[in-house]
DNA sequence: GCAAATTTTGACCGGTTGGCAAAAATTAGC
DNA sequence: GCTAATTTTTGCCAACCGGTCAAAATTTGC
């Protein structure tokens, strides 16, 4: 038995103004969490009236949902891209790099995220238990693999991935914070070149087996 | 010339309740960001009326304005303790285990903290490129010497620094996901020995000078 | 170019929210 | 025990917010 999911016929205009609106929305969202924005706020930033917008997203829980349905599938493709075959290591920095990418590149994202679970993730906590669990789970194997393997040093594969999360999307969730703290940028290739490189070292040392 | 801080002569009553609220709104303010939490919500969890409340704070804002100030003394602390003189590695491994330490005790104050930064900093800000870059700059100089003298590996102190403010905190504002990804708590010494043991290494291992 | 479908607008509504004011109740000083 | 100061309650308001509705404007299919 298969769930219907009725696709919904839309016409041009509305796939349209559907983009724009959560374009909108996310710039919205990402800055004031889902409580602090109003729906006025979304339909300014889209450059239309309140019930316009409405037309095109009956709810402001549909733009939000809409919206986190979204981000997810973008979210989680580094960590699924996390390959058994291939040298570990390599494999770790690539991660690594590749979650920084996303955090240079799709701030708003990662706050829009950020916010959800610092509020307890009251709209994805099915899916924070569900999808994300199993999916770490498959990739903590992988990692035990490596450890067993001598690939890595041997440590707690879960934590090793909270630490990669954390450092990474840092650089985009308390992005205020690290610019306040650096002061303008100062020349150089920037800040995402020396984070990459610092973060990179941190865990290629961090990790590696049998030091002494 | 000194700024008069008119010292508010308080009753007994105003000092009792006044900390009742406090520590209402800041269950309150750390799970639903500002915008998010009511004056209501926070009047109830103190147990009192609303304008019983706005007796003791005439604003909302002012009760926020209160615990952030509050907070940022007891959260930069640990980093003030970073001592110069002292072995560089168990200083750092302190510090780890300070912040980490903090994130357990005090998930609330992390989770206020981490909503204001998230919304850009609006109250904060001048502390921020103040105080805190002071602290952080003056603090850098310490590891600067640390690597001069050998102590631990030549690396961007400044994103170190960075590394296990979004390491350790990640367990207090992310504590949702990371409870919904290790499911329910299995025995054993749990989460936070598990953190502090994984972090303590990487950070050992990834800053021991010279491995080869 | 015309009818039907789609899109946009403006007016509005009920509930919530931050905050005020004045009176009532309580407490503190003597 | 009485008075003045403090605390609490009741009642309220104006602004805001999410969302509806019906009519007007526009676009689409032919």
Chains 1, 2 share one sequence.
Request: aromatic letters at 8%; hydrophobic letters at 40%.
């Amino acid at each position: 038995m298969t769930v219907e999911t009725a696709r919904p016929r839309r016409t041009r205009i509305q796939t349209e103004k559907r983009e724009l609106i959560l374009e909108a929305a996310l710039e919205v969202f990402s800055a004031h969490g889902f409580r602090g924005s109003t729906i006025d706020q979304i339909a300014e930033a889209a450059g239309m009236s309140k019930p316009n917008l409405l037309y095109y997203f009956r709810r402001k829980e549909d733009i939000h949902a809409t919206l986190i349905k979204r981000l997810l599938e973008t979210w989680l493709a580094p960590l699924r891209e996390l390959d058994d075959i291939g040298d570990p290591m390599t494999e770790l920095r690539g991660y690594i790099r590749r979650k920084l990418e996303m955090a240079r590149d799709y701030p708003r994202e990662s706050r829009l995220f950020a916010n959800e679970i610092l509020q307890g993730a009251p709209r994805i906590m099915p899916m924070l238990e569900g999808e994300l669990r199993a999916l770490v789970d498959e990739k903590v194997d992988v990692i035990r693999g490596w450890m067993r393997a001598g690939g890595i040093a041997r440590t707690d594969p879960f934590h090793l991935i909270f630490s990669i999360w954390a450092t990474t999307q840092h650089y985009a969730d308390f992005d205020v914070q690290v610019r306040a703290v650096l002061g303008p940028d100062r020349g150089g290739e920037g800040r995402f070149e020396d984070a990459a490189r610092f973060l990179e070292s941190l865990f290629v040392k961090g990790l590696s087996p049998r030091p002494d």
